[in-house]
């Protein structure tokens, strides 16, 4: 009996473990989500500045470096105070790595102001380089979506990488949008690739709803259709995708571009600490349940060792007389308890099962729950091999794999996912020199 409660505690400190990582991981999460939003205007300024020739926007922009520099020192501040062995779990090597990365592109970062500031490359070179900068740290977010192990916790945290993806996709229509106002013109390319950003950020806005709490999710759409700036944003969006190739826009609208999409992704980024507010009291919630779990098969182990009852007048133990605990990632499956049901008191033998009985039916549950949590972010590591390998084979850029895989799934009338599983599983059969004739992922 003492053997298995021991184990019964260990599980449910190992459970407390999760729980305070998952909590550090949230701390992270949102201290992310303010960089990156700083990060994105000043992405959109540097545009403005490279687009006008330094003729506009240089005062904001170093004001906003500021804002950036700031940000960076908190994270940096934030990673100092955390201990590592209590952020990463089992995910390490993972996490780690993408910190590294994210945290040698800050180093950068400087090194991109200086070309800004020198008008050394053009607007869209700029874009690019923000938006390698703010992937990298995009991908630390979703790393830790991708290895939370609490349901209730990784669905809000694939709300959180969806809302944040979403809205970098916002941001860089914005960047699209200024650099175009600033030139005074849209080419055809341009023009495409900003109609692929706004059906981008659409879907992702729409896995953040499905994934977020019922409260979060009408705070956001009532900032969406009662932003004043959304009528605005329309009608420019209007404007710049229809007009006819090279023909002039109006300088003047550059601003009333940026201050109303500014004001969506404001409007996101508070969407975006709630998500880190209702993570953190998640995590918070579910650790005192936890701590106050752990409380009763410790108190089951102080308890004295009962007298063996008489095996003449015993009744068939609780151990056997009980449905099977079923292990919570092979459902069906017995999750065996050896040394009970041994002629101890039937009451504390009960007592014990009922414990046993408790965790293994909420584990179920809970990997449940977790499976369905990240089918999300399964389908979107297997869009972004699809594409991967598509930029590698074909020399396509992002947007054009993209646009190449949702094509072919409405011309073969199949969901996006099955097309991108089709062509991960004929990899060995694709070229590698461009070619330009169609996917056909049927024949795989």
């Given at each position: 009996m003492r053997a298995s409660l021991h184990y019964l505690i260990a599980a449910r400190r190992c459970e407390i473990t999760e729980l305070q990582q998952l909590l550090h991981s949230s701390?992270?999460?949102?201290?992310?989500?303010?960089l990156v939003h700083v990060l994105q205007k000043e992405r959109g300024l540097s545009n403005i500045v490279l687009a006008?020739?330094?003729?506009?926007?240089?005062?904001?922009?170093?004001?906003?470096?500021q804002a950036c520099d700031s940000a960076i020192s908190r994270l940096q501040a934030l990673l100092e105070r955390l201990d590592m062995a209590a952020l990463h779990g089992g995910h390490g090597a993972r996490l780690f790595n993408h910190l590294a990365y994210a945290l040698q592109g800050l180093d950068a970062l400087y090194g991109l102001r200086r070309c800004v500031s020198q008008l050394s490359l053009d607007?869209?070179?700029?874009?690019a380089a923000y938006m390698r900068l703010v992937a990298g740290l995009l991908a630390v977010v979703f790393e830790t979506a991708d290895s939370a192990s609490q349901p209730g916790i990784s669905r809000l945290l694939v709300a959180?990488?969806?809302?944040?993806?979403?809205?970098?996709?916002?941001?860089?229509?914005?960047?699209?949008?200024?650099?175009?106002f600033a030139a005074g013109?849209?080419?055809t390319a341009r023009q495409q690739h900003w109609l692929q950003l706004i059906d981008a950020q659409e879907r992702c806005l729409q896995v953040f709803a499905d994934c977020a709490p019922e409260a979060v999710c009408a705070a956001w759409q009532a900032t969406e259709s009662q932003c004043p700036a959304q009528a605005t944003l329309e009608r420019l969006r209007r404007i710049a995708c229809t007009a006819a190739a090279g023909s002039p826009l109006d300088t003047e609208q550059g601003p009333a571009w940026f201050d109303a999409c500014s004001t969506r992704l404001d409007g996101l980024h508070t969407i975006e600490m709630q998500l880190a507010d209702a993570l953190e009291q998640r995590c918070h919630s579910l650790l005192h349940s936890a701590e106050r779990a752990l409380a009763q098969p410790e108190s089951l182990l102080q308890a004295p060792v009962p007298e063996p009852a008489d095996p003449a007048g015993a009744?068939?133990?609780?151990?056997?007389?009980?449905?099977?605990?079923?292990?919570?990632?092979a459902q069906g499956s017995p999750l065996v308890q050896t040394g009970m049901g041994t002629g101890l008191a039937p009451q504390l033998e009960q007592s014990m099962l009922d414990l046993v009985q408790e965790q293994a039916q909420r584990l179920q549950a809970m990997h449940t729950e977790l499976r369905r949590a990240r089918n999300a972010l399964t389908e979107r590591k297997t869009l972004e091999r699809a594409k991967s390998l598509l930029m590698t084979h074909r020399h396509l850029s992002e947007s054009e794999a993209h646009k190449l895989l949702r094509q072919t799934a409405m011309n073969q009338n199949r969901r996006l996912l099955e097309v991108a599983e089709a062509v991960l599983s004929m990899a060995e059969l694709l070229p590698a020199p461009a070619c330009s004739a169609g996917l056909n992922p049927s024949k795989a």
């Open positions: 701390a992270l999460v949102r201290q992310l989500a303010v006008s020739g330094g003729a506009q926007g240089l005062a904001a922009l170093h004001q906003q470096h607007a869209d070179a700029c874009t959180m990488f969806h809302c944040m993806q979403g809205k970098e996709l916002a941001g860089q229509e914005r960047a699209t949008g200024a650099a175009a013109q849209c080419s009744a068939l133990p609780a151990f056997f007389r009980c449905p099977e605990p079923v292990h919570p990632r």
